[in-house]
Nanobody, 121 residues
Framework: QVQLVESGGGLVQAGKSLRLSCAAS????????MGWFRQAPGKQRELVAA???????NYRDSVKGRFTISRDNTKDTAYLQMNSLKPEDTAVYYC???????????????WGQGTQVTVSS
């Protein structure tokens, strides 16, 4: 099985920064994509950012220029650097990974436990 452990959430003032980490462990062949979704109260879960094993990145428009996603393939860990945070960034952030557990099989999706990010105005 694959486990994802998140860290780095918290309470910050608007304009400040936070860094989230997501570490994968367990038995698997490869991790193709790692990223984060977020969910605010009363809203649907939305993709924030994702990064492929080759380093290609994707961001939702509202975080472009403020958030940076990266990953260390040697540690099976992804990072989300969040700068210039806004109150509307407040949400529970969920790390996910698209994993090839064994060669020749379909990818499976795994989720972290979620971490609260609260930005005060």
């Amino acid at each position: 099985q694959v486990q994802l452990v998140e860290s780095g959430g918290g309470l910050v003032q608007a304009g400040k920064s936070l860094r989230l980490s997501c570490a994968a462990s367990g038995s698997f062949f490869s991790i193709n994509v790692m990223g984060w979704f977020r969910q605010a109260p009363g809203k649907q879960r939305e993709l924030v950012a994702a990064v492929t094993s080759g380093g290609s990145t994707n961001y939702r428009d509202s975080v472009k220029g403020r958030f940076t996603i990266s990953r260390d393939n040697t540690k099976d860990t992804a990072y989300l650097q969040m700068n210039s945070l806004k109150p509307e960034d407040t949400a529970v952030y969920y790390c996910y990974a698209q994993v090839r557990v064994e060669p020749g099989t379909y990818d499976a999706y795994y989720w972290g436990q979620g971490t609260q990010v609260t930005v005060s105005s």
